[in-house]
C-alpha cells in the first residue's frame, strides 16, 4: 500500500493517507443559541410545572432568569457559557438536564469551525484493550470540501506504541472527536493501550458519540444500529465487498504469518470506509434535526 513510515520518539509506524470529496454539515450557531437560551429548563430545579408557573409570571428565557431570586446564579452562567461558546461545559449542562442524545447537544457542533473536528475509527484485535491496536484512522476536514483519511497502521506489534503516540497528538490537537461507540469502545480503548505504555491521553474536549443520537433519530427505522445498518438505511451505502469487523483479528494474523499485505489491505479499506461515514452520518443527523426545527 502507498505509504509513508513515520517516526517518533516512541518508535516508527506506517501511514496511509487518502482522500475523499464531502463537506461537513454543522449546526447553525445562531440558532443554537437562542434554542438554548430560551430553555428554562437548563436550570437545575425548573421542570414542567415550575417551567409554566415561570412563564406565568414572564420568565421565558435565560435572560428573565437573572432577575428571579431563586435562578439568576445559574441562568446566568449558562448564558455566559453560551456567549463564550464554551461547548465543553454546556455538554454536560444540557446531558444532565436534558439528554446526552438531545439534539441540542449534537447543535453545539454550530459553535465550531470545522478545523476544530477529529473523526476516530479503531481496529483492533479484540474487544478490550489487553488486546493489541492494528489500524487508527482519523478524518479531517479541509476548506475545499476535502476529506483527509490518514491511517496509521501497525506493521507488527512493535509499532503500537509509534502508532498511540500519533494519535494521541492528534486527539490532544482536536477540541472536538466523533467516533461511534466511542464512549463505550473507542475511547477506553485508546486509553487504556495509552496506560499500558505509561502514555498519558488528553481526553476530548467535546466528544460526540453518534451511535447515541443515531438510535434517538433513526431507532424505528431501523432494525439495529449499526454504523453498517445506518448506512444502508439512511446513507444509501451497500458494502459488498467489505471485511467484517469480526474477522480483523483473523486477516491481521494471517497478514503476520505470511507476510502479504492482501490480508492487510481489507482491514485498512474497512476502517477507511468507517471512518468516512463518521462524516456523512454526523452531516445526516444535523440536517435532519435542523429540518425538524
Same mark, same amino acid.
Given at each position: ?7 517518533? $520518539? ?13 463537506? @461537513?454539515?454543522?449546526? $447553525? ?68 438536564? @436534558? ?11 454550530? @459553535?465550531? +469551525? $470545522? ?28 476548506? $475545499? ?74 431507532? +424505528? ?73
Amino acid at each position: 500500500m502507498p505509504g509513508e513510515v513515520v517516526q517518533n $520518539d516512541y518508535g516508527a509506524c506506517y501511514l496511509v493517507t487518502a482522500t475523499a470529496r464531502g463537506a @461537513l454539515r454543522r449546526g $447553525d450557531a445562531e440558532q443554537a443559541r437562542q434554542s438554548l437560551l430560551g430553555s428554562v429548563t437548563l436550570v437545575r430545579g425548573i421542570r414542567d410545572k415550575t417551567r409554566a408557573r415561570l412563564q406565568e409570571q414572564g420568565f421565558n428565557t435565560l435572560a428573565d432568569l437573572e432577575n428571579h431570586p431563586q435562578f439568576c446564579g445559574e441562568s446566568k452562567r449558562i448564558r455566559e457559557l453560551l456567549e463564550a461558546g464554551s461547548t465543553e461545559e454546556l455538554t454536560e449542562v444540557i446531558g444532565a438536564r @436534558l439528554s446526552k442524545s438531545h439534539p441540542s447537544v449534537l447543535g453545539l457542533s454550530g @459553535l465550531h +469551525d $470545522d478545523a476544530d473536528f477529529l473523526f476516530l475509527d479503531l481496529e483492533t484485535m479484540g474487544l478490550f484493550a489487553g488486546q493489541p491496536l492494528v489500524v487508527a484512522g482519523l478524518a479531517s476536514l479541509r476548506p $475545499d470540501n476535502t476529506i483527509i483519511v490518514e491511517q496509521y497502521i501497525v506493521r507488527d506489534f512493535p509499532d503500537e506504541l509509534a502508532l498511540l503516540a500519533e494519535v494521541n497528538r492528534q486527539v490532544g490537537a482536536h477540541r472536538v472527536m466523533v467516533t461511534y461507540n466511542g464512549k463505550s469502545f473507542d475511547l477506553p480503548f485508546l486509553t487504556g493501550r495509552s496506560a499500558y505504555y505509561g502514555l498519558g491521553l488528553k481526553p476530548p474536549r467535546v466528544h460526540f458519540d453518534l451511535l447515541h443520537f443515531c438510535r434517538r433519530a433513526w431507532r +424505528d427505522e431501523l432494525e439495529g444500529c449499526s454504523l453498517r445498518s445506518i448506512e444502508q438505511t439512511i446513507l444509501g451505502i451497500s458494502r459488498e465487498t467489505d471485511l467484517p469487523g469480526e474477522l480483523v483479528p483473523e486477516f491481521y494474523y494471517e497478514y503476520l504469518r505470511t507476510g502479504n499485505a492482501g490480508f492487510l489491505k481489507p482491514i485498512v479499506y474497512h476502517n477507511r470506509q468507517d471512518v468516512i461515514s463518521l462524516v456523512n452520518v454526523f452531516s445526516s443527523l444535523v440536517e435532519l434535526w435542523t429540518n425538524r426545527t
